[in-house]
């Protein structure tokens, strides 16, 4: 029972940081370009849905963990 509430916790962070990019999205990726300046519009294309991939392209291009690009994300969506 203690795992199911962990992953049920894990589902509702990442609904939560893709709820905050939706509304947020242009905000936060004009952050990521000043603090970043290696990713480009393509690295940074958002689409509904595809959040997974937005990470995974940011993942690549800076070198890091998808937890550390989702903590990354969380920060500029403050």
């Known amino acids: 029972m203690r795992d199911e509430n962990f992953n049920e ?3 509702m962070n990442t609904t939560e940081t893709k709820l905050n990019l ?3 999205w242009n905000v936060i990726k004009g952050k990521l370009k000043q603090s970043y300046g290696q990713l480009t519009e393509d ?3 958002f689409s ?3 959040e997974d ?3 995974g392209r ?3 291009k800076l070198g890091t963990t998808v937890a550390d690009v ?3 994300l969380e920060k500029y969506s403050r």
């Open 58 to 60: 940011i993942q690549k």
């Open 22 to 24: 939706k509304g947020n």
């Open 43 to 45: 690295d940074l294309a």
């Open 48 to 50: 509904e849905g595809k």
């Open 9 to 11: 916790r894990k589902v």
């Open 53 to 55: 991939e937005l990470v």
């Open 70 to 72: 989702r903590k990354l």
